[in-house]
């Protein structure tokens, strides 16, 4: 009795399923039910009998059959069949039942179901046949986990299987809808594909979004813009400005969001839409007339100096009030205009040109080295070493390298001229009031015949273009008559180029039609850039231009024009996923390898950080197939734009193919690598780099040089060791003067990206809000076309955004105000400033001691202490008694906090007294930390925070300022706890003012290079190299 | 004690009843019955509930199924057979230690290896076998089915066809005669493939018919195909089994091609 006695064989039951009588048979079933099991191998083979079983219409017990085949077949790994029994079962098959069974079948299920529903939405015609028990059973599931409060489930379920009803439901019952709907936005980018069902999920959350009573609006902007509905938007904003002032806050918020999403075509609607609206519900005097003033004053700044955004709106307001107008819509119209501005871009810009410009810490130190090392005939490191100034200064307008170097510049000649002259471009990139009068030397001067070199024209074009990059309103019409009236085709494509990056997006026919006409011209040189250019302007509209492109391109015999239009075409689609399936198609498919080429850069910028799976085995494929080397390259540097929203993924995918045999190939890799995860300093992609950086081919080694400096901006040595040993890397390589000619101007470029934009700036591709950002993804693909058009290099300054928190007033204005970074402040710190033994190193090279110097070195690396010693002698005789007094002081500063060390060496720039207080609000705030390396840092408005520190970032709870918006970067409206109080302003507004003053100097040519630039962001003029 | 077993084990008086009787269709119908009422108790496989009744309940099934499968002999029917000795092998296999071995285990066994000789089904034959444990070979009834399978497979068919005399147990004898003919559909088998004919005489012998009457009947019922002339009897030959197949070797060719030049372009 005491045994417990098991079953070892299920064959008596099976065997009772033969016996005639029912209830045996029954009895069986149930039975066989609770031991499926363990004995489902046995009952395999008796599956036909209890088939019939289910398949007898008098047999009552059918259901039960049904499982119990379902059972069996689901423990035969067959689950298709498993689940065609278990949706027979009908109501036995428990979907609350926790087994293994139970979930795998429900999984299946809604596979099924969710499949079901893509392919019915896809194919109309096979209508709604879904079978209603299999639709039962999701919807049974999806209303218990509705019930049991599984939300996120349900969603994601819903989502999943298409049923915006049943999301619907889950969100709303939700107690946390907020959070649900945040939630769903977050899984409709990430895990939805398709880009239709995407919108369609978007709009139905937007649809709940307004509903609430307290509605989200940063998100519903968001969203809005994604589904692109411009009205809407406009709509919000207007009740928002006609409401509190902390409404008017919320609305300059979601403005600068939308900003950040650098929507240029889409902004432009929204504030049209804004300006249409005025009229009606304003007085009519004060409403026409601001938006009048106000875009006035945007047009015709670029030409006047008297121009400055603040002051404009300052006395629009004071004219505003002269009328005798409700105060009311007083209120309302300033906030609109002040909107406005920020919808244009204007205000960020500013506010960006300001913080760059004050907290640049370029330093001058290595281009003096680079310089010096670079041999004065080769042209390629030549132009290298100004491009990589002007991206080390894009903009930050602090261009006393060049100014400094006018006779060294002026080796520049021809095409190099051009670059030379777009990197000005780059410098004042946003100087947007200036910008025309800073290039006026270079420009075409109407009338006046033969007044310069037509490279530096075209170049000066182009910088027009970079400087107005996807903000170009202003620029635009000047662009297009510089086109009409040249017929030189070195102009033409600087022109092209610039009014393609001016008018980003915007697809203006009237342009299209000037850059068509020009294309069809059929001069290389002028169609290549124009075919870049149509599909600059054409960003991501899908236009039927591509196949008017597409047919050009096979007309053609120049391969320059075959590319220009193949990346054009490629423009087009961004962002466009599988509307773009056809086209791609059609170029990959194509003979020519410069179309199937283009075909890549398609498949790149249509599912651009997507990581769509589909895209991503296409580009593997012709990476591994296609016949062209440049097809092969391209297919692989296409996945890092496939992939840049998990730049973790990166590195795992093209690891195999930065060990292929190919050298293209393995480039590819590289700046795959590069380009997903640029700014990350991602320890993988940093392993994978660093063997290709002394690859055996110079041109990887150029590749593997450029991505690694993309990957590693902005991180310093503390942060990863191997940030410093990069940096050795690429001076060891620059000085090197056996090293290829490729591979130095990689090197020399690394510099420049490492250090890009004053060091404060990043490559980021993603906006804060995982939405893509246009314009930087653009840029970078462009630029990766430098390999064949070095004056491309340029469109990298498009990716570049700062790395910065600006807090702002209602006023739009820049409190005092402070935060705290909970981490050590050396982790994210400027990187020293280059170290004694580089300034003289770079010193000694002409120095006669220098051989045995460098013999010393190379016998005996390491002895730095005593090395130092010496330099300082030598440094002593040779340099500057300026550059020596830094010197000391940063030597005797020692502990110095890094803001006041590279202030003082930086700038000799710090002499500006504006300048000098904003450096004492850091300062000040810096000292506040102790001196054993402390673990928190207090930063203070505006600041400069790094990716990778935002998280560290919390804000002080009891301050006078609460954000809006609790995220920490970028631009947040700061809501005033105490209005009455007198604000007291951070002095950065000082550059502003600056602006204006020197721009009315400016005219007066005759002063100092240096002590201009001291000044500020300074206007055109003094160094004019050569003009042929 | 539990109403429902009393009602069992009345049930089964009356079975047993018409059983001595040898009233062969009542049986049928009281043990449909009994089975159905036997589905009520837990205790019985496959759940083995241990409830206070247990040992009865399972010792009155294992009684009631084991006369189910002698019934099924004396019915002359194969399929009930199978189905009540699955049903009742539980019972034997399972219960070791809650209630004692029956005195009917071993003939029963016995009958049920008889049963897969006599369907031919060898391999469950030896299934079965591997599943007793050694001291049951000793037994006489299992030694007795042993030995037949020894001699079917030696091709000592005379000795199966005469160890019918000396069967253990009276429901036997049933299996035995159903033997004989599957013996006989062995031979016919061999012979086709190995004779193109055989003289009737021979034949006669080799199938071990008495009377030539006896094989033209058995060829009539299981052989029509077969043809009786002159005195001897014609197989109809078995047709060439289809030449084997080809390989399929252009389609192989390029594949392996393929795959070598992909291997090239990946590496």
């Known amino acids: 009795m005491a045994a417990v006695a098991t079953v070892s064989s299920a064959s008596g039951i099976l065997a009772m399923l033969q016996e005639p009588a029912e209830e045996l048979k029954l009895h069986a079933l149930a039975s066989l039910n ?67 069974y139970a979930h795998a079948l429900l999984a299946k299920a809604l596979d099924e179901y969710a499949s079901f529903k893509t392919r019915a939405s896809k194919a109309t015609e096979e209508e709604e046949n879904v079978d209603p028990r299999l639709e039962t059973i999701v919807e049974r599931m999806l209303e218990k986990c509705i019930l049991d409060g599984k939300y996120q489930q349900a969603m994601g379920m819903a989502v999943e299987c298409r049923r915006l009803d049943k999301l619907e439901e889950a969100i709303v019952q939700c107690d946390n809808i907020h959070g649900a709907l945040s939630y769903c936005i977050n899984l409709s980018h990430q895990y939805v594909s398709h880009r239709e069902y995407r919108c369609e999920v978007l709009r139905c959350l937007v649809k709940i979004y307004q509903t609430l009573p307290h509605p989200d609006y940063l998100s519903i902007c968001q969203c ?100 005798p107008v409700d105060p009311n819509e ?110 006026a030397p270079y420009l075409p001067q109407s009338g006046a015949v033969g007044g310069g070199s037509p490279y530096s024209e075209g170049g000066a074009l182009y910088a027009l273009g970079l400087i107005h990059a996807n903000h170009g309103e202003g620029i635009k019409q000047f662009l297009r008559e510089s086109l009409r009236n040249t017929s030189a085709e070195v102009i033409q494509h600087g022109a092209c180029l610039g009014l393609g990056l001016a008018s980003l997006g915007t697809a203006d026919e009237e342009v299209y039609e000037d850059i068509k006409n020009v294309l069809y011209t059929d001069s290389a040189v002028a169609g290549e850039a124009a075919g870049i250019g149509m599909g600059l302007l054409m960003v991501g509209t899908a236009s039927e231009k591509a196949s008017e492109m597409l047919a050009y391109a096979h007309d053609t015999q120049h391969e320059k024009i075959i590319r220009g239009l193949a990346l054009g075409i490629a423009l087009t689609v961004y962002g466009r996923e599988e ?100 700014g990350t300093g991602l320890s993988d992609a940093i392993s994978l780099l660093e063997p290709l950086t002394s690859d055996v081919v110079d ?44 591979s130095k101007m990689g090197a020399i470029l690394a510099s420049g990206i490492l250090d890009a934009g004053g060091r404060n700036v990043t490559i980021k591709l993603l906006s804060r809000n995982k939405h893509d950002k246009l314009t930087a993804v653009i840029g970078l693909a462009v630029f990766s076309q430098f390999w064949y058009w070095y004056p491309l290099l340029y469109f990298i300054s498009l990716a570049f955004s700062p790395t910065a928190i600006i807090g702002l007033n209602s006023d739009l204005e820049l409190p005092k105000f402070e935060f705290v970074s909970h981490a050590k402040p050396s982790l994210f710190e400027y990187p020293k400033p280059t170290t004694t033994q580089t300034t003289t190193s770079a010193v000694k090279l002409p120095t006669a001691i220098l051989s045995t110097y460098a013999k010393a070195k190379s016998r005996a690396k390491k002895d730095a202490e005593s090395k130092a010693n010496l330099e300082k002698t030598t440094e002593a005789e040779s340099k500057a008694n300026q550059e020596k007094a830094t010197d000391a002081e940063s030597k005797t500063s020692g502990e110095k906090t890094p803001e006041d060390v590279s202030g003082s060496t930086s700038a000799k720039a710090a002499k500006s007294q504006e300048d000098g207080d904003a450096m004492q609000v850091d300062s000040t705030a810096e000292k506040k930390a102790p001196e054993p390396e402390p673990t928190f840092q207090i930063l203070a408005n505006p600041a400069r925070v790094l990716p990778a520190q935002e998280k560290f970032i919390k804000f002080i709870e009891d301050s006078r300022y609460v954000p809006v918006r609790p995220a920490p970067s970028g631009f947040i409206l700061l809501r005033d706890t105490q209005p009455t109080e007198p604000e007291e302003l951070v002095l950065t507004d000082a550059p502003a003012t600056v602006v204006s003053s020197t721009g009315n100097a400016a005219a007066a040519a005759g002063q100092p290079a240096a002590m201009a630039v001291d000044d500020e962001p300074q206007p055109p003029q003094p160094f004019e190299y050569n003009t042929l | 004690m539990d109403p429902k077993l009393v009602e069992v084990t009345q049930l089964f008086a009356r079975f047993k009843a018409a059983y001595a009787r040898n009233d062969l269709d009542v049986c049928a119908n009281l043990l449909s019955q009994l089975k159905v009422l036997l589905t009520k108790f837990p205790s019985l496989p496959p759940s083995f509930q241990q409830t206070p009744n247990a040992v009865e309940e399972l010792t009155t099934a294992r009684d009631i199924y084991e006369h189910a499968v002698v019934l099924s002999v004396k019915m002359e029917d194969q399929d009930a057979f199978e189905r009540d000795f699955c049903q009742l092998k539980p019972y034997y296999m399972d219960t070791c230690g809650i209630i004692p071995p029956s005195p009917e285990e071993y003939p029963i066994l016995g009958l049920n290896l008889l049963r897969l000789l006599v369907q031919n089904r060898i391999a469950e034959f030896h299934t079965e076998l591997e599943l007793l444990p050694a001291k049951a070979l000793e037994n006489l009834c299992i030694k007795h089915a042993v030995e037949l399978e020894q001699s079917f497979m030696e091709g000592a068919y005379n000795r199966v066809l005469t160890a019918r005399q000396a069967v253990p147990h009276e429901t036997y004898v049933y299996f035995m005669d159903l033997l004989a003919k599957t013996v ?43 043809d009786v002339k002159n005195g001897s009897v014609f197989f109809q030959k078995v047709k060439e089994s289809q030449p084997c197949k080809e390989i399929p070797a252009a389609p192989v060719i390029t594949q392996t091609l393929g795959y070598a030049r992909e291997l090239e372009r990946i590496v």
């Not at chain 1, 709509?235 to 950040?260: C, H, P, R, W």
């Not at chain 1, 080295?369 to 100034?389: D, G, P, Y």
Request: charged letters at 20%; a negative charge; proline letters at 3%.
């Open chain 1, 579 to 678: 509307e773009a399936d056809t086209l791609i198609e059609q170029m990959t498919r194509d003979q020519d390898p410069i179309l199937r080429y283009g075909g890549m850069y398609a498949l790149a910028l249509a599912y651009r950080g997507t990581a769509n799976n589909k895209a991503i085995h296409q580009l593997l494929h012709f990476a591994v197939s296609d016949v062209s080397d440049d097809v092969r390259r391209t297919a692989v540097m296409a996945l890092g734009f496939v992939l840049y929203n998990e730049p973790e993924q990166t590195p795992r995918i093209v690891s195999l193919l930065s060990e292929s045999y190919n050298p293209h190939v393995r480039y590819g890799a590289a700046l795959a690598v590069g380009i997903s995860c640029a």
């Open chain 1, 224 to 323: 809005l813009m994604f589904l692109g509905e411009p009205e809407t938007v406009a709509n919000i904003l207007d009740t928002l400005l006609s409401g509190s002032k902390d409404d008017a806050l919320l609305a300059y918020q979601i403005a600068f969001d939308l900003v950040e999403n650098e929507n240029q075509a889409f902004l432009l609607n929204v504030k049209n839409r804004l300006d249409a609206r005025t009229p009606a519900q304003s007085n009519p005097d004060s409403g026409s007339a601001l938006p009048g003033d106000q875009t006035a004053n945007l047009g015709t700044t670029s030409t006047e100096p008297a121009g400055d955004v603040q002051m404009g709106d300052d006395t629009t307001t004071a004219n505003g009030n002269a009328h």
């Open chain 2, 184 to 226: 006989r559909d062995e031979i016919a088998g061999c012979s086709e493939k190995g004779y193109d004919f055989l003289s009737i005489s021979d034949a006669k012998q080799m199938f071990m018919f008495s009377s030539d009457q006896e094989l033209q009947q058995y060829i009539a019922e299981e052989h029509p195909e077969w």
């Open chain 1, 34 to 100: 609770s031991v499926v099991h363990l004995f489902y191998p046995e009952i395999s083979t008796s599956i036909p009998t209890i088939e019939s079983l289910y398949e007898d219409e008098e047999f009552d017990q059918r259901q039960l059959a049904a499982l119990v085949v379902s059972k069996v077949f689901y423990y035969l790994g067959e689950l298709n069949d498993s689940l065609s029994y278990a949706l027979g079962a009908g109501p036995l098959f428990d979907v609350s039942e926790d087994s293994d």
């Open chain 1, 330 to 439: 007083t209120v309302h119209a300033d906030r609109l205009s002040k909107i406005k501005g920020i919808l244009s871009g204007e205000k960020s810009i500013q506010l960006t040109l300001q913080f760059l410009y004050t907290h640049n810490r370029s330093d001058l130190l290595i281009l003096k080295t680079i310089k010096q090392a670079v041999e004065m005939r080769n042209s390629v490191c030549h132009s290298a070493t100004i491009c990589s100034n002007a991206i080390m200064h894009a903009g930050t307008t602090v261009d006393t390298f060049l100014r400094e170097n006018l006779e060294w510049l002026s080796r520049a000649t021809n095409w190099a001229k051009f670059s030379a002259t777009a990197g000005l471009g780059v410098i004042h990139r946003g100087h947007l009031q200036q910008g025309r009068a800073l290039m």
């Open chain 1, 699 to 742: 041109f990887v080694r150029q590749g593997a040089l450029i991505a690694m400096a993309m990957v590693m901006i902005q991180t310093n040595e503390s942060f990863d060791s191997r940030v410093g040993t990069f940096r050795r890397q690429l001076e060891k390589i620059i000085l090197d003067k056996h090293e290829d000619t490729m």
